[in-house]
């Protein structure tokens, strides 16, 4: 949540998250009501009470990302892998029986006359 709300704010586009149009932060946050958004899972579960809810996602907010997180952000979602711990990626793995991290680049290089590839 994070990282798209505070989209708008890296691109120099507003200066808090609440100033961007299209945001979800403002209902988020500040309760604005918007018929257009509905409450995501993780949000509805921070807190019971809408007010505590509010607070704390006010909280997340108060430091941004670092330069790290935004590149382990992008790069997974560039390359279509899972963001996480070792142990989440592994239980990933074996329930989508798909690859959750980059393969090692140890591939075989085969040489042809007109071209070069790895397989």
């Not at 505070?6 to 149009?21: D, G, H, I, K």
């Not at 007010?51 to 952000?73: E, M, P, S, W």
Request: glycine share 4%; charged share 30%; hydrophobic share 35%.
């Amino acid at each position: 949540m994070r990282y798209i709300e505070l989209n708008p704010v890296r691109a120099n586009m507003v200066v808090q998250p609440s100033e961007y149009r299209w945001s979800s932060y403002a209902c988020n946050a500040a309760g604005k009501v918007d018929t257009l958004i509905k409450p995501h899972p993780v949000y509805s579960g921070l807190d019971a009470e809408t007010g505590a809810k509010q607070r704390i996602y006010c909280d997340l907010f108060r430091t941004h990302l670092d330069d790290n997180q935004v590149h382990a952000i992008r790069e997974a979602l560039n390359q279509q892998l899972v963001l996480g711990r070792d142990d989440f990626k592994d239980k990933i793995e074996v329930m989508s029986k798909r690859q959750t991290r980059l393969k090692p680049l140890d591939r075989h290089r085969v040489e042809e006359d007109e071209a070069c590839y790895y397989i």
